[in-house]
């Protein structure tokens, strides 16, 4: 349910008095800045788009803030080949990123998984060992919060990345 109420924030109704034409061509120009929007091949220009993002989410920075740009940027768009080597070159040079090895997602997929903690709350990536694509991505908390009632760590967000797809981006 929380992807479907995650899609309709996203994609707004549509106006009745509008046709179809109208409202599919609406949301193609919408789209079109964010959902085909190449990730940066190179480290450093990764890291800068990543660092430009952070003011939305202030409170999570340094390490959790990588993780969770990566994760805004792979939920739009699938990387290419060097755009994966650099998001790999990112989390290997980001200190504070934590390699846990094999990790299987809720799919049953074996991958590796890289992490950050930021006041008692894990950031998890769970990435394809042999192509560096993300399979999963995980939010928890790992201490309850004052006067909770519940005893260890709960999952809070956690989303599986099942397909992986490439259109060409150009008008046809």
Do not use: K
């Not at 928890?140 to 004052?146: D, E, K, Y």
Request: proline share 8%; with cysteine.
């Amino acid at each position: 349910m929380a992807c479907r109420r995650r899609l309709r924030t996203r994609h707004p109704q549509p106006l009745p008095h509008r046709s179809a034409a109208h409202r599919r061509q609406h949301l193609q120009t919408r789209r079109a800045g964010r959902t085909h929007r190449s990730i940066a091949a190179d480290p450093a220009a990764l890291t800068a788009h990543i660092n430009a993002n952070r003011s939305r989410q202030p409170r999570f920075l340094g390490p959790t803030a990588v993780i969770r740009g990566l994760v805004s940027l792979l939920g739009w768009s699938t990387p290419n080949q060097a755009a994966r080597t650099a998001i790999l070159t990112v989390l290997r040079d980001t200190p504070g990123i934590t390699y846990h090895g094999p990790v299987t997602d809720r799919a049953g997929r074996t991958g590796i998984g890289v992490s950050a903690t930021s006041n008692d709350i894990r950031f998890l990536l769970i990435l394809n060992p042999a192509t560096g694509e993300l399979l999963a991505y995980e939010r928890a908390a790992l201490a309850p919060p004052p006067g909770s009632d519940r005893i260890g760590p709960s999952v809070d967000d956690y989303q599986l990345f099942l397909v992986h797809s490439r259109a060409n981006s150009s008008s046809s």
